[in-house]
């Protein structure tokens, strides 16, 4: 094949991945499903933009007639994995957008149906896709930090719209009891653990440092959110690597505030983080002293070379791109199966682990061989340029 027939199902959330496919040059998108009007609508809009002549209908079995290469899941959450292997044994390669899988059988399941069937599976992770995280992990491999004994990523995200009712419209709990709506019912993750919700920080530090879980330890905070009083306000989780690593992550869907993706990395000798609301690198490398202060580099979110469609900072359409280079090649698609339980099981297990009080939950390795070095740099290439440094001033005009 020269492209890649790809259907989407879900869009809400799936119109991201509709434009991106719309988008790139190995892909055709064939079709698209939605059970609710308003999506569809959107979607046949997108369509007729792109001259496209993909096909929008209702039901999933009506897309996997067109006999698509590939299916793109979007769908409710709490559904997805059984999407996914539903596509799979029709002979559908998939692209499952996150968290992908609410269990630890679910994971097993989706694997072992991967395997059985000869289909690919790849976790649509686009924060894994960040601009900075390649430099960083150039200057890993290239030993500027020393050895990176710890790592923090943040994911701060108010999600206060839990109730749905049938055309997709989200309300909080407040909007209900206010304006007197009725036929609504809780949406798939208002009673999803907040650290379930970890794959956007600990899948992209997991790739930088080519590493994997093997324990963890979590605990969480109260259950105080009037709107979402389904869930925990928020849940840390510190997490041992098979390298001896320690990486700690702190979801929270309940507090309000703006939200923010943070990053950091501790050397021992040299650290770099990243908050998303400045939008650049704070770096100290080896080869500088730390009397120096930090120093400012201008790296963003997205890659210039692919800004043909948007979502995420830019970072979506590598996840479309990347699934179907992949598959024109006949490789291993970037965030395989496994690599989809490197990222999601940590944290089903995390919650595990906190409801035992916060004590230590192993996690192990599903695959059939053990764990040696992630395939994901194998598809994202590295950079060749050295960005500009400058001295990191702060807001208030104070030098670091």
Not at 26 to 45: P, S, T
Not at 159 to 174: I, M, R, S
Not at 356 to 368: E, F, Q, S, T, Y
């Amino acid at each position: 094949m020269d492209k890649v027939k790809v259907g989407i199902l879900g869009l809400r959330r799936g119109m991201s991945h509709l434009s991106n496919f719309l988008n790139t040059d190995e892909a055709l998108v064939i079709g698209a499903a939605d059970r609710i009007e308003q999506w569809r609508d959107k979607a046949e809009e997108a369509i007729s933009n792109k001259e496209s002549e993909a096909k929008v209908v209702c039901e999933f079995e009506e897309l996997l007639d067109m006999q698509p290469d590939a299916v793109a899941i979007a769908s409710n959450g709490r559904m997805q994995a059984g999407h996914a292997i539903q596509a799979m044994e029709a002979g559908c390669h998939v692209i499952s957008e996150v968290p992908g899988a609410f269990t630890q059988e679910e994971i097993v399941h989706i694997a072992a149906t991967s395997e059985r069937t000869g289909k690919q599976y790849m976790l649509a992770e686009n924060s894994a896709f960040l601009n900075f995280l390649r430099y960083w992990h150039k200057w890993m491999l290239e030993g500027r930090f020393g050895a990176v004994s710890m790592a923090d990523g943040e994911y701060l995200h108010y999600l206060p719209w839990t109730l749905v009712d049938k055309e997709g419209n989200q309300y909080t709990p407040t909007q209900v009891r206010e304006e007197g709506i009725t036929d609504v019912k809780p949406l798939w993750r208002s009673d999803q653990p907040p650290i379930g919700y970890l794959t956007h920080d600990l899948g992209p530090l997991l790739e930088v440092l080519d590493d994997r879980v093997v324990s963890v330890n979590c605990v969480e905070g109260p259950w105080w959110s009037e709107e979402c009083p389904l869930r925990s306000d928020g849940q840390y989780g510190l997490f041992k690597t098979a390298k001896g690593r320690l990486i700690r992550i702190l979801v929270t869907l309940n507090t309000r505030r703006p939200g923010a993706h943070n990053y950091r990395l501790f050397g021992t000798e040299g650290s770099v983080e990243w908050y998303s609301h400045e939008g650049f690198c704070r770096r100290l490398d080896k080869d500088r002293e730390e009397k120096e202060g930090w120093e400012r580099i201008d790296i963003g979110t997205a890659r210039s070379e692919a800004l043909k469609a948007t979502g995420h900072g830019g970072t979506d359409i590598w996840t479309a791109i990347t699934f179907s280079r992949a598959l024109l090649a006949g490789k291993r698609v970037p965030i395989d199966v496994y690599r989809m339980a490197d990222y999601t099981l940590p944290g089903i297990l995390a919650n595990r682990s906190a409801e035992l009080g916060g004590a230590a939950v192993a996690v192990p390795d599903i695959r059939r061989e053990p764990f040696v070095h992630t395939d994901f740099w194998n598809h994202v290439d590295l950079p060749d340029d050295e960005p500009e440094a400058t001295k990191y001033v702060s807001d208030s005009g104070q030098a670091y």
